[in-house]
């Protein structure tokens, strides 16, 4: 069996092929133009796997991948236990903020104590931080166009992803607090690390020299 790497389409796709690209690895399918699922490279004992960004610690935990690329904050709501996580990649980089309608008080509404309604598809990372802050909040889970919930009224404040900010511009947001820093790691089935040390380990030193150079 090769060594199995899992991938999601678009950014994180993109943003691994350079670092492969530096060890002379290429991936021999373009995932835009074909249908496959599982993507041959130049090397024999190495495929890629495609799976939804949020499927990638799913596939790696049970080890239908032995390694995988996957966001931090799909690590955090997914739970981060029995992965092995060694590498930061530094690729699709961005930040999970807090923020509102241009026109709502979030500073007031804080500072007065009240329960502010909060959408968003980020749950866990999104409870932790206003738990630490000690505000109040009713969560409201979303799976997409969390801009959207401020401005039908379905909530007072979204937790979402932000990267240019213009997403939250153009829907007449603004950005009230940063959570945190958010960027793609590299994430390990524990087993194939004994089972498969080698060939496993061999990989890691691959990306771990790419993000380096
Ligand atoms: O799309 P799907 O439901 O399959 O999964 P996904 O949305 O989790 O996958 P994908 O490929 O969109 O994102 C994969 C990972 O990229 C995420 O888990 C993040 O770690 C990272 N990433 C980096 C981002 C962004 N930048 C980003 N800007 N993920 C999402 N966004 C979205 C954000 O949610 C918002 O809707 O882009 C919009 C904001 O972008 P700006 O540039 O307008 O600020
Ligand atoms: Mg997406």
Not at 106 to 115: D, E, K, L, T
């Amino acid at each position: 069996m090769p060594i199995t790497l899992a991938l999601s389409k678009g950014r994180i796709f993109d943003d691994t092929l350079p670092l492969l690209a530096s060890a002379g690895i290429e991936v021999l399918d373009d995932p835009e133009k074909s249908r496959k699922l599982i993507l041959a490279t130049n090397r024999p004992d190495l495929r890629v796997v495609l799976v939804r960004a949020s499927d990638v610690p799913t596939y790696v935990q049970y080890g239908g991948a032995d390694l995988g690329v996957a966001g931090k904050d799909v690590l955090i709501e997914h739970g981060e236990e029995g992965l092995y996580q060694p590498l930061d990649l530094k690729i699709a980089r961005c930040r999970m903020s807090v923020a509102v309608r241009a026109d709502f008080d979030y500073a007031s509404a804080v500072r007065q104590g009240s329960r502010i309604r909060v959408a968003t598809k980020y749950t866990q990372i999104a409870r932790q931080h206003f738990a630490d802050k000690g505000v109040h909040v009713d969560l409201i889970k979303l799976y997409g166009s969390m801009e959207l919930a401020p401005l039908t009224g379905l909530a007072d404040a979204i937790v979402d992803l932000v990267s240019t900010g213009s997403t939250l511009k153009a829907n007449n947001l603004v950005e009230v607090e940063h959570i945190m820093d958010i960027s793609s790691r590299l994430v390990v089935n524990q087993a194939a690390l004994k089972l498969r040390r080698e060939p496993v380990r061999a990989l890691i030193d691959v990306f771990g020299k790419a993000v380096g150079a």
